[in-house]
T-cell receptor
Framework: EDQVTQSPEALRLQEGESSSLNCSYT??????LFWYRQDPGKGPEFLFT???AGEEKEKERLKATLTKKESFLHITAPKPEDSATYLC??????????????FGKGTKLSVKP | NAGVTQTPKFRVLKTGQSMTLLCAQD?????MYWYRQDPGMGLRLIHY???????AKGEVPDGYNVSRLKKQNFLLGLESAAPSQTSVYFC????????????????FGNGTRLTVT
């Protein structure tokens, strides 16, 4: 069974304190790994797509990396406005809904000033 | 460019009542999806559509029906609401995977918060 597991469930950082969020996956055939940001009362907002092991993507203070078993979302010198829930999702080659994403439960990040 | 728009934003139903959630997208996407999000469960796929006039079941389809009469609209219906259907419902759309635009991420609306008493 395809699974996506995110850790930790919650993370509290001080402003400027860098850290990483983890997304480990077990899938039959990875077609893409996606990172989303979700603010309270809003829908998930797309951040990155990673396709193959060794790939990296960056956006402002965020950097996503991918290995054959997991992905990391590195946050460098975070600011309070980076506080949100970060969701990881995978798309596989198999199954009836080939457009569908399988989501992890998310990591809730809080950055205190 | 509004993206994905969901109506209503909030709704309270009594057990046994029916309602329809509306999703509209202006990105000309072929694929559309309905998810529900519950605390501790993550996002789970209810139904999806790969084109106008087509629908298919996702992971948790029981108690829901959908229709895709127009490419830009995807409706989610609850015929007889139950308290277990209390949730936040998200609609999303995307290009087909493998299209020229890349691996086609899903674009989400801002959700409908439904409470069934």
């Amino acid at each position: 069974e395809d699974q996506v597991t995110q850790s930790p469930e919650a993370l509290r950082l001080q402003e400027g304190e860098s850290s990483s969020l983890n997304c480990s996956y077990t899938v039959s055939g990875l077609r893409g790994l996606f990172w989303y940001r979700q603010d309270p009362g809003k829908g998930p907002e797309f951040l990155f797509t990673l396709y193959s092991a060794g790939e990296e993507k960056e956006k402002e203070r965020l950097k996503a990396t991918l290995t054959k078993k997991e992905s990391f979302l590195h946050i460098t010198a975070p600011k309070p406005e980076d506080s949100a829930t970060y969701l990881c999702a995978v798309r596989t080659y198999y199954g009836g809904s080939q457009g569908n994403l399988i989501f992890g439960k998310g990591t809730k990040l809080s950055v205190k000033p | 460019n509004a993206g994905v728009t969901q109506t209503p934003k909030f709704r309270v139903l009594k057990t046994g009542q029916s309602m329809t959630l509306l999703c509209a997208q202006d990105m000309n996407h072929e694929y559309m999806y309905w998810y529900r999000q519950d605390p501790g469960m993550g996002l789970r796929l209810i139904h999806y559509s790969v084109g106008e006039g087509t629908t298919a079941k996702g992971e948790v389809p029981d108690g829901y029906n959908v229709s895709r009469l127009k490419k830009q609209n995807f409706l989610l219906g609850l015929e007889s609401a139950a308290p277990s259907q209390t949730s936040v419902y998200f609609c999303a759309s995307s290009e087909p995977p493998g299209s020229t635009t890349g691996n086609s991420p899903l674009h989400f609306g801002n959700g409908t918060r439904l409470t069934v008493t």
